[in-house]
């Protein structure tokens, strides 16, 4: 079941809020949470339906529930009173962000699903595995769509989301290959107005028989991004080595990060003892968030907060967290 933890400015937590104010649980598999509006949006995936909730009460103040088949995700706002919700049954679905709420308003079917949308320029954006879909935000439409085919996710990218930098333009993190190697992480910068790449950056793997301590030897598997408040740097995730010693090496997944106007890379800091994450925001004081599961059995997981300092918080939340949100 999804649900919604609080985590106070104090360290106490309070780990399903919306079912201790409401009384009833908050629907299956929540996926994700945006603020319209002055209201939270929440997706649940299974439950094919959008919750809305005071931010303050934690309330619910109306629920949008789906008239057909669909998996709700992500939901941009493309107007003062209508979103899009992505999703990955090939369609996209417009909502009313203010009430009456009712039911959905469309649904778009599109050729492939796309989890991972940004407006920009009266433009959405969303990546695929074919790759960036293009529409107007007053025409979204499976015959008006424009793709920019050089720019597409994979298994282990799709969980990225793209960003809007302090520029307007649009970035998204690509793993570069080689048969079947991965030799570099990859962030492509897309103007909007243009609708084409205009520059990108590359952090190499090591190839290194040898590496040192600190080397980038590896991606991670579902890596995820974000973007600091400044909207100057993407931070994301690779794997650096730890040690390399007689007895082999060791690996420790570490958080990089990129300037969006001089495409500089630089280690930020390490993640000791994660080795999947569900989850990866960065605080607007720039402190790394993670969502652990544990090993993903219905249980209770934890929000890891990394300080640069090198000190670890844990904090005791609901099951299978997915998505830290700074209000």
């Keep these: 079941m999804g649900g919604i933890s609080v985590l106070n400015k104090d360290g106490s937590v309070i780990p399903d809020i919306f079912r201790e104010v409401n009384h009833r649980p908050l629907g299956d598999v929540a996926q994700s949470i945006t603020k319209i509006n002055g209201k939270y949006f929440v997706t649940l ?28 995700r992500q939901i941009v706002a493309i107007s003062p009173t209508e979103a899009i919700v992505s999703d990955l049954e090939r369609q996209l679905v417009r909502i009313r962000t203010v009430e009456p709420y009712g039911e959905p308003l469309e649904y778009i079917s599109i050729p492939r699903s796309v989890e ?25 439409s499976k015959k008006a769509v424009r793709v920019i085919p050089e720019v597409k996710n994979d298994e282990n990218t799709k969980t990225c989301r793209m960003l809007v930098d302090k520029y307007q333009r649009v970035w998204a993190l690509m793993n570069i290959r080689e048969g079947n190697r991965v ?11 243009q609708e084409k790449v205009e520059v990108s950056y590359i952090l190499p ?6 590496p ?4 980038v ?23 650096t080595c730890k040690s390399n010693t007689a007895a082999g090496i060791t690996s420790v997944q570490s958080v990089y990060r990129m300037n969006v106007g001089t495409g500089e890379f630089e280690h930020y800091l390490d993640l000791p003892g994660i080795d999947m994450m569900y989850g990866f925001s960065v605080s607007p004081q720039g402190e790394v968030y993670l969502c652990d599961c544990l090993d993903y059995s219905a249980q209770r997981g934890y929000i890891r907060n990394y300080k640069k300092d090198g000190s670890i918080r844990n904090f005791r939340v609901g099951i299978y967290p997915s998505q830290v949100y700074f209000p």
């Design 116 to 140: 991972y949308l940004v407006t920009v320029d009266n433009k959405i954006f969303g990546m695929t595995t074919g790759g960036i879909y293009v529409f107007d935000t007053d025409n979204i």
């Design 205 to 210: 793997i090591s190839e290194k028989a040898n």
């Design 212 to 215: 040192q301590a600190g080397d």
């Design 217 to 239: 030897i590896g991606t991670i598997t579902y890596n995820r991004t974000d973007i600091d408040p400044t909207l100057n740097w993407i931070y994301f995730n690779v794997k």
């Design 45 to 72: 995936d299974n439950s094919k339906k959008i919750e809305v909730i005071d931010p303050e009460t934690f309330g619910s103040v109306g629920t949008i529930l789906y008239t057909q088949a669909g998996f709700p």
């Design 183 to 193: 030799c570099g992480i990859e962030l492509v910068c897309i103007v909007p107005h």
